[in-house]
């Protein structure tokens, strides 16, 4: 998979149901989410609150539909990999498309990230909770000293602080992705070396 996310047919179900999303992540970031009203979302969007509705009826079901649209590649990457045998090569592998993933909802994650009492009572929580417990396993050295399984656990949330708590930082957001997956990848492979 190349970057030619520009031009190439897109994935998404229709350009207005993608600017709604959009239009209601930036509102969210602006003002909060509690805070922001379906009827600021249409005027930003210069549409009707009838147009509006006619894709979805609450925010909820926005941010929900945005999460849902965000995280199938994490979805699609954790079948594939529990598909496959355990090797360095596979977590490696889980690792970069992960870090690929959360790049591509960038959008959401600040969202989550800034809203986590909202998180919880929409339930998109526990399914992040359980989507991270089962990345933890995959990647997880079953032997191996419990200094290697924190490593592994470690490399997960090394990409997650890039993501978060790096963002801040001065210079390229991809500079500071890469540099994440690159001490996670590090991680990762001590773990191997060890055990193996």
Sequence with gaps: MSNSSSGGPQQRRGNTRQRIQ???LELFAEQGYEKTSLREIA??????????????????DIIISVFDD???????LIAWAQEQPPTLEMKREV??????????GAQLYRFMQENQATMRELSIGETVKRRLFTLVEL??????PLTDQVRCVSALFT???????????EGDPEETRQAALEVATDLITQAHHEVG
């Design 95 to 104: 690792l970069r498309r992960y870090s690929e993933a959360m790049a591509a």
């Design 22 to 24: 959009d239009v209601a």
């Design 159 to 169: 990409l997650h602080a890039g993501m978060m708590f790096l963002q801040h930082v």
């Design 139 to 144: 990647l997880r050295t079953e032997e191996g």
């Design 70 to 76: 965000s995280t199938r590649p994490i979805d699609e």
């Design 43 to 60: 005027e930003r969007l210069e549409v009707t609150k009838a147009a509006l509705y006619y894709h979805f009826k609450t925010k909820e």
